[in-house]
């Protein structure tokens, strides 16, 4: 029975009709996405409802949370290629391998790093941007974040084996259960219960680890082609090497994220809380919106993968284009609406003057270089899902590293707050400019099957 269904998951992502395969697995990838953000909107949303510096906290601890998201892609889009790859070439022993070593890891590594971030919490804090009137908030949301961090890293882990298995709606399903549960848990901690950032931190713990069992559901129950077993824990260091090697670019994409984030918040800081919010809340529309493109994009990497380990390249070719289009498009649509709806958008969260007058210029420079995004966040998807590690390594330093920094370091000192405002923007736009050649290297270098 299980062989009956994976030769029919097997037949329907290399044979079926790559646009309707994109589509059924981008849409609940993109449901994901948008309650995904929804809720981190809800904490921020709720947290600003108790003051300045509480809203500040939450894009505080938010580099910190981008650092157990880099854990958690990084091991499970590592595994997820080789998963997707292995499962093109019918090799379903290696795949269940490959899922068992990325969970265990993951799962060690976050308690390891937790541990050491308790241990010097407030130096980590202050490192992440915190201001001295920040720091309390922020010291009691994250210990919370942390407790959960070993559910939270390995949901990541699990929701990313299952796309690329091909699997989307069972991703959507742990992730939208732990977003709606937060999204519910927030007001009724925060307010009815009246505690505070505590119920804010509670709130999201909670919700990670109810995320987890789900996911961890589907696995032992036997709905997915890999499985979670202690018997393939085993030294292999090939296989580690495998997904060290293809995840890394997501480690060093979301590393970079949480560097950049770092230093955003600690530039921001020298022109105080509303400054720090207001770049927090821009941070998180920006992002809400972008989760449209993204979940497109996150449909496309198991079609990707699949059919380049079945070698079926021209499905590969036809995969992009599809993809990139219909991103633009609808990405396009909602950057317009974003532009002009800035002030109402950031006025939801928090209404000060200050807040306003930097938080609405910096998201409308944010939504006019939200179409130079796509080109390479779906040709960086296209060389890490096809095995590509250094293409996929050197394409993840542009965005969030080689570009930004400069940009924040440069811009800030010769334009002020202009230079926070305006510096992803212009990140984007170089971003583009360089990853145009470098897919256009790899198509031409693809090889044609027959």
Sequence with gaps: MQKERNDTQYKKMTEGSVNRIILSLGIPATISMLVTNLYNIADTYFVSQIGLSASGAVGIVFGFMSVLQAIGFMFGQGAGSNIARSLGEKDEEAAGEYATISFMVAFVLSIVIGGICLAFLNPFLRLLGSTETILPYAATYVKFIIAAS??????????????????????????????????????????????????????????????????????????????????????????????????????????????????????AAVYGDAAVAAMSIVSRIVFLVFAVGLGVGQGYQPVSGFNYGAKKYSRVRQAFRFTLILSEGILGTCAVICFFAAPYAVSIFRKDPEVLDIGILALRLQCVSMLFQLLGVVSNMTFQSTGKAFLAFVSSLFRNGLFFIPTIIIGTHFFGILGIQSAQAISDILTFATMLPLITYYFRNLPVEG
């Design 150 to 267: 070993p559910f939270t890293v390995c949901g990541f882990v699990m929701n990313n084996i299952l796309r690329f298995e091909g699997k989307a709606n069972y991703a959507m399903a742990g992730l939208v259960s732990g977003a709606l549960l937060n999204m519910i848990g927030d007001p009724i901690l925060i307010f009815y219960f009246d505690l505070g950032i505590y119920g804010a931190g509670l709130s999201t713990a909670f919700s990670q680890i109810v995320s987890f069992f789900i996911l961890l559901s589907f696995f032992v129950r036997g709905k997915t082609s890999v499985k979670l077993r202690f018997t393939h824990i085993k030294p292999d260091l090939n296989k580690f090497k495998d997904i060290v090697t293809i995840g890394f670019p997501s480690m060093s994409r979301q590393g970079l994220q949480s560097i950049s984030t770092m230093l955003l918040n600690n530039y």
